[in-house]
């Protein structure tokens, strides 16, 4: 059996072009979604990250405003400027590119964010309605994680889900969503004494490691549905993720390619996150 690829680039299209029409409507209305991005430092992957999120604004027919800082902006600064925007009426979201500078402590950043704009659902509270199935905006990995799933068609009602990596942004919310599901869900981490087992008995596993090759084809159940969220570099140096995708294919029933799978699927949720921020709002 080869499993069927799940097409993160086709399926993201999709969604960005529902979420242009909504972005039309609103317009239409005087209430053009708009998105602010903030990036404070040289990192030059997250100066990559942000132009990326501006220009996907730009597709959908949202108003974006791009502030770049440098590295020595004081914390006090960076709070003002969100405070101020946080009363912006044009501002339906705000996304701080991490990492920031040693500094500024990246919590009181987070929490500065007003909880109706915070559409990398990072906070506290953003975190707490999650927890409690109250609505609000979900981190976007995990969130475009569950679109992936969605579109096989698959019900995960019963399914055993296990997910490897409990980060507070990936791992943690990707399980409560797939616990939201119905899904009955197990978490696996670095402390996990035998990763294999659990993985074996899984109908989907969710692989956020940031580790290659971390699930190989004898670790996997046939038929499972695979999602690998893993951005790391092989040998030659090209994008690979934690799956050994290859051979994975061959016992899986469906698995998410690295590159084309969740990664253009983040940013779609980012913009999924404030146009529904700016219904909202
Ligand atoms: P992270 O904060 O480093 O978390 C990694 C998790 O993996 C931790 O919970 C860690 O366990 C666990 N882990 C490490 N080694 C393990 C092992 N041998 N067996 C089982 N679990 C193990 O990383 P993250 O931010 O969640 O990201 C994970 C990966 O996804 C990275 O490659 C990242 O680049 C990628 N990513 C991709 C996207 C995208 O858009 N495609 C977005 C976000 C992240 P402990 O908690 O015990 O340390």
């Keep these: ?106 919590n009181k950043v987070i929490e500065a964010i007003s909880t109706t704009k915070d559409v990398d659902g990072y906070s506290v509270l953003s975190a707490g309605e999650l927890m409690t199935g109250l609505p609000g905006f979900r981190p976007c990995t995990p969130y475009g994680c569950m679109k992936l799933i969605e579109s096989t068609g698959v019900d995960l009602r019963g399914k055993h889900a296990v997910v490897i990596g409990r980060s507070n942004t990936v791992g943690k919310p990707m399980a409560l969503l797939l616990l939201q599901a119905n899904a009955t869900v197990t978490i696996c981490h670095s402390a996990t004494p035998d990763l294999a087992y659990h993985t074996r008995q899984a109908d989907v596993v969710v692989a956020a490691v940031g580790r290659r090759n971390t699930l190989t084809a004898d670790m996997v159940k046939p038929g499972a549905i695979v999602i690998d969220v893993g951005m790391n570099r092989d040998d030659d140096g090209k994008l690979c993720g934690d799956v050994d995708t290859a051979a994975v294919r061959e016992v899986a029933s469906h698995i998410t390619p690295v590159p084309g799978g969740v990664g253009p699927m983040t940013i779609t949720m980012l913009l999924m996150n404030t146009v529904e921020a700016a219904e909202r709002g």
């Design 1 to 106: 059996m080869s499993a069927q690829l799940i097409d993160g680039v086709l399926l993201s299209q999709q969604l960005r072009a529902e979420i242009k029409q909504r972005a039309t409507v609103l317009t239409a209305k005087g209430k053009q979604p708009g998105l602010a991005v903030i990036l404070v430092g040289e990192d030059p992957a997250s100066h990559v990250y942000v132009r990326n999120k501006v220009k996907a604004c730009a597709d959908v027919g949202f108003h974006s405003i791009l502030e770049k800082y440098d590295a020595d902006l004081t914390e006090a600064a960076l709070l003002d400027r969100i405070a101020s925007l946080n009363s912006d009426p044009a501002i339906h979201g705000i996304l701080v590119q991490m990492p920031l500078p040693k500094h500024i402590n990246p």
